[in-house]
């Protein structure tokens, strides 16, 4: 992944009215996360799920903060100047959140768990279990935390490219200055606070965030003279949608992408059997990766078992939902705007995103919102706003550490050990999040060689995303699968994406396959098509390996899945909403259908 070009090159674009502005933020956090830890009590169901009693605001406003970190909002902005709303596929997945409302929410609610793992073991068996929890952290690691890391780095680089660290005979520049202050200082709160200083800073973040990246938005707008101007410069392909199977002008099936390393030398000319982000992929693979990331990721769906009952884990995930409509308009469409910006030439600093002899975006359009804040903000307001970014990182980052610990303390070392303390399982979470920094500090190099940084989140979940789906989804609505199928279905699915993964790695790192090879074709397909191949074969082995197989005792899963719900169950969960739930939830259907009619060219 390229590193974008530092927006001032003499020294840091803050002045000391930003800098005021950011330490009084911060110190805003500072105080919540004093006061939140104060109050916390030395249990696990305290530290992990915040003692379950957090409230549907909350619950809302941590989900959405969780889901937006640095990463979304720079990859996303970057994605937007070079590919346009492309990606704004994911963003519409505030769907998703509704099935989490309506769907899961009931089952997870009457099962009382602690992680998505716990629950099936509670729907299958033990070993998916330790299946489940082990690739989590495995996905956690390599996608959001240490990509989270690496957006952060991009920030400091951009804002900050003054900064540097001379140690050990190495000269640390920006870049890795901000990673590493940024993951110690999010590290220090989350370990001490858990689940309810993530979620009550993450509550605070979310005004400020959305607050800032509008106030960006209409900046740039008025800087580029109106939308029907960012329309004219972007062109009406990078307002659509759906791109097609092929780029425009490709002759035959198979069209060339070059590859480059991080100095900007080609390194291979990989041939691609669709385009970028082809209208296919995102109408099968993109709502794969969204049902699974809002409906079963352990990440997400903590907040929602944070809850006290049913009624308030729905509100929170329906007002997550409404909150979820936003990033279209205040990330992606800022990206649209510094590429406009840089077109136009009425912003020449930003002309660095912009190639004349291509028409494209250069590799600099990467730190797209971090270059418009810069040079399009007054001082002051640009302080807040680079506090609302660092905030999100460090909102995003502390709730997969929590997610992290969380996992491997209930679902690996209770089990381990069943007598553990309370207190011991505190401590023990602790340390797990000190570890799993450290190791996702040593990924950064590999992340830091992919040529998107949204695209590369995406292409990693959409590798390991499929299993999980299937098993969840099929395993709610079809009883008559089984613990076999459910484990051969992941073994293989989780196989499967590992092995791509790895593949992709080794291209990364400068290995070079011969044209036609098996691996030269595995790392040539694209990503959401290999996904869903995955999600295929994922259900055939889940289907057939039941059936071929004892089904499960009824008794065993009662109330895991709809046909095995009491009537008790369903009269609950009918007195947990009401036509104010109905109606919020029509809102969101309704916004997102419009969002998809304005820009379907």
Known sequence: MNAP??????????????????????????????????????????????????????????????????????????????????????????????VLAWVFVPFYARSLVFTMPEFLERRFSAPSRYVLSIVSLITFIVAKIAVGIYAGGVVFQVLLPDIHLPLFGYDFDSFWVGSVLVVTLTGLYTMLGGMRAVAYNDAVQVLVLITGSALL???????????????????????????????????????????????????KEAWYFNGKFPWLGMAICAPVIGLWYWCTDQYIVQRALGAPNEQTARRGSIFAAFLKLFPVYLFIIPGLICFALAKSGKVPALGVVYDPAT?????????????????????????????????????????????????????????????????????????ATGVMVVIAMLWIPVVRGKTGLYEYLQSVQGY?????????????????????????????????????????????????????????????????????????????VMVVVSYATAPPDDAAIAGLTFATATGADRAKTRASWSAREVLASLFVLAAILGAYLYFTG
């Open 359 to 431: 028409g494209h975006a250069t590799a600099a359009a990467q730190g797209a919102f971090p270059l418009m804040v810069a040079h399009l903000l007054p001082p002051g307001l640009r302080g807040i706003v680079v506090a609302g970014l660092l905030s999100a990182l460090m909102g995003s980052l502390a709730g997969v550490f929590n997610a992290c610990s969380t996992l491997f303390t209930v679902d690996l070392y209770e089990k381990m050990r069943p007598k553990a303390s309370q207190h011991e399982l505190v401590q023990m979470g602790r340390l």
């Open 5 to 98: 070009v530092s927006a001032a090159a003499g020294g840091s674009v803050l002045t000391g009215v930003d800098w005021l502005a950011i330490a009084f933020y911060f110190g805003i956090l500072l105080t919540v996360a004093w006061w939140v830890i104060k109050k916390g009590k030395d249990n696990a169901t305290d530290y992990f799920l915040a003692g379950r009693n957090l409230s549907w605001w909350i619950i809302g406003a941590s989900i959405f903060a969780s889901n937006i970190g640095s990463e979304h909002i720079v990859g996303l902005a970057g994605s937007g100047a070079k590919d346009g709303v492309a990606l704004a596929h994911y963003e519409l997945h505030a769907w998703c959140l509704l």
């Open 217 to 267: 938005t209409i900046y740039g707008l008025i800087q580029l003279g109106g939308w029907s101007e960012l329309k004219q410069l972007c062109g009406s392909d990078m307002f659509n949608l759906w791109k097609p199977l092929l780029p425009k002008g490709v002759e035959g099936s198979w069209a060339p992408v070059l590859v480059k390393n991080t100095a900007g030398e080609i390194i």
């Open 464 to 540: 390991l995303a499929p299993p999980v789906f299937v098993v969840f989804f099929f395993g709610v609505f079809w009883k008559r699968l089984n613990a076999q199928g459910c484990l051969w279905a992941m073994i293989v699915g989780f196989v499967i994406g590992l092995f791509r993964m790895g593949v992709d790695t080794m291209v990364t790192t400068g290995s070079v396959f011969p044209e036609g090879s098996f691996l030269w074709i595995v790392n040539n397909i694209q990503f959401q098509y290999f996904s869903i191949l995955i999600t295929l074969i994922s259900a055939l």
